[in-house]
């Protein structure tokens, strides 16, 4: 039977949630991974689609979610709340879900997407899972936790991949409506290059934020405003240790326009290089 949700959660609570979380996600990484590849079976705007795969997962999640906790969800495919700020005001708990984030990897057989699951509480991130399953790999955390990978706490990343500083940089490539256009992300992209060599693109926010947490990532940066992107790796980068903002310094929150995410000195770096930008 359903439970009733509530609208405030201790420790304990938030860890059987992240727990019973873990459990739903951990037998569909199989699905996911026999999927990849799939075409295109929905179009949602000009250059955007989902595949069968993302409705799958989708579906599944929130039925799951919502039998074993009593909490409703949000996902980018079915009932997305599309409002962004809504996602800050609405009173209830709510799990955020986006099936497939890299759909575009995912369906040209590239393994750098991922699933992510968040739970989003009085307007705060409160639980986030991130499951890489090209990789096997399963990250969870909450606000009063660490970071678990695969059901244990995360190791800290070796000393010789600290100091190698690889850093995630989102889309290069700007939707209209979007707040940051595609001249100055070539711009930040051209200013970030110059202080991390090792900048990368994997075109999947969730698998940025995911290394970062990790320590496998010095930071990244996300432009998306949608609370399903980001939600899940402001909870594990938190968690981590890392400094966790929107684009203009304020720390995220649903509703912020993206974000970074990196550790104390690196952001510090990255968000001199965005003023800097204007």
């Not at 986030?128 to 399953?133: D, R």
Request: with cysteine; net charge negative.
């Amino acid at each position: 039977m359903a439970q009733t949700p509530q609208t405030d959660y201790d420790a304990q609570q938030l860890e059987q949630l992240r727990c019973t979380a873990e459990g739903i996600l951990q037998p569909l990484l199989p699905v996911f991974r026999g999927g990849l590849g799939s075409p295109p079976a929905v179009t949602k705007a000009p250059g955007d689609f989902a595949t069968a795969v993302d409705l799958q997962l989708e579906r599944t999640l929130s039925e799951e979610l919502l039998a074993h906790t009593g909490i409703a969800c949000a996902g980018e495919e079915f009932g997305a709340v599309r409002d962004y700020a809504a996602a800050a005001t609405t009173p209830g708990p709510q799990w955020v879900i986006d099936p497939i984030d890299g759909t575009s990897n995912y369906s040209a057989g590239n393994p750098q997407c991922a699933i992510l699951v968040s739970l989003i509480v009085g307007g705060q991130a409160v639980v986030g899972l991130t499951a890489l399953p090209a990789t096997g790999e399963l990250l969870s955390a909450t606000t009063h936790s660490g970071v678990y990978l695969n059901g244990v706490v995360a190791p800290q990343p070796a000393e010789h991949v600290r100091s190698i500083t690889q850093f995630g940089f989102g889309s290069i490539v700007s939707p209209r409506d979007s707040r940051f256009p595609t001249t100055l992300r070539h711009a930040l992209l051209g200013e970030l290059i110059t202080r991390f060599p090792r900048l990368r693109i994997s075109g999947s926010v969730g698998v940025d934020l995911a290394y970062t947490a990790l320590g496998r990532f010095g930071g990244a940066v996300s432009f998306s405003p949608h609370p399903w992107d980001n939600a899940a790796g402001y909870v594990l980068n938190t968690a981590a240790g890392n400094v966790v903002t929107d684009l203009g310094g304020t720390p995220w929150r649903p509703g912020g326009i993206g974000m970074v995410a990196a550790t104390p000195e690196i952001h510090e770096v990255v968000m001199d290089v965005i003023r800097q930008a204007g």
